[in-house]
């Protein structure tokens, strides 16, 4: 079944789209046909301002509307996506080319995000101290205000929801920039809780993130800035994000070791590893590509994930039963490939794929074989650098600090899994990679509630959990004396 798409879209402010203020344009392509699927504004810094005025004006009623009230209302927003699950997955899909059933299963984690920081909001409390005598000190959980959010394009409706949900539930008011490529779903859904949401605690402005999101980091109006992107984009938002004194929560790229020791359960490690490489056609930016096998099992599992390979079933990505689709856009394609190409000038061996694929119904859909690279070594660039697609790395090791030392010799520090029977040295190897997430004998499993987020130059702030909804709040501390007469300080 198809839906429709709006051909123009406007910016979503208070709660309807409005026209942005100049012609400035940008185009969302099919990654399975190239066609135009819809045109979305290029906002400048006026349209950020008109946005940032409504979350201003709405904010504070908001949050005194009280955390019931902002659960149920919250509870009604998932409730509705969870309703029309089958439109927003076939929208994902067509703006993403990911496989039906990877978009559903996102669809169904923003909605239990939400539900998650819905539920959460209810149980946030402040302290008090026992200062003594007539002396109260009370703590207050306040939201900061406006929050400016500026998305990734690889998940693009759940990273919305979950980046927006524990703001919103604390009392906050947000402006969103989905990225360029993927705008469709954060529009729809947008207008979704519009309906339910009072106008101007969500808004969506769509355009480049040299200009539109440039913007939101400089607006003064905004209190805090929340980006999921590249290394040198979040570093750079930081610098600019510093000049108006803003808080900022960086979750940026990674170079994820899967670590597979000689006892592993082979079979299990290379269903886990084709998950964790291709899973998305390898846009995570968990992506377990760097695969780090012992020596006496690398060329074992090595022909296991070589076998599976075939398994995947790369084709039309909205039939239901299809694992892998297309590329998001072509420039993001075509470096893929150059790094394919940077692989077998470096002396790599291509295991398995190595190329493009024509796959019916879209003859010209943006499709890249699942590629395996064997002799690998540490300091190949496609063993040190975020691909970010289908592309994974056979290394091997027989000493266990030394792989440790390559497994964190990047300055990437995302996450990381490790294969292996042995249960305390599961738990040992996970207390020494450098990542702020670590699977063990499992992978890309993102439950809410569990912290999710970077460390070293990965990033840093926590997503997905209670933690993250604190972030969004500043403490008020109230000091008060109760005593019956004021004391005298200066008798
Ligand atoms: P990107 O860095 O190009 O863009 C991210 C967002 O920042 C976009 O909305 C973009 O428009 C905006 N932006 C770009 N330049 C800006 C500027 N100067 N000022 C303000 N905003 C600006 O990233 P991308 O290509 O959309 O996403 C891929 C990257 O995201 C990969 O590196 C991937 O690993 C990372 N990622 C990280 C996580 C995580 O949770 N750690 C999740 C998904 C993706």
Redesign the pocket.
Known sequence: MAYAIEKEYGLYIGNRFVAPSSNARLESLSPLTGEVLCVVPDANAADVDAAVSAARAAWPKWFDAGPRKRQALLMKCADRLAAEAERFAWLETSDTGKPWRESLANVHTAADRIRYYAGACRALEGNTLPVGGTILSLDFREPLGVIGI??????PLN?FAGKIAPALAVGNAVVY????PTPITTLEFARLMGEILPPGVVNVVTG???TA??A??AHPGIRKIS?????E??R??MA?AAATGKQITL????KNAQIVCEDADLDRAAQGILLGAFMNQGQ??TSGSRILAHKKVAQALGEKIVALIPKLKIGDPFAKDTTMGTLCYREHMDRVLDYIAIGRREGATVLAGGGRLAVKPFPNGLYLQPTLFGDVTADMRIARE?I?GPVATLHTWDDEDAMLAESNGLDYG?AAGIWTRDFGRAHRLARAVEAGRVWINCYNLFPSGAA???SKG??FGR?DAFETMLAFTQVKNVVADIAAEQRRFYE
């Open positions: 500026l998305g990734a394009w690889n998940f990273m920039k989905p990225a360029e480049n993130g040299e999101g440039a939101i980091v980006i999921t992107g590249a290394v984009t979040g750079r938002v600019a979750e940026l790229g990674g995570v930016c975020e970010f995302l999710f987020g970077g990965s990033g997503e």
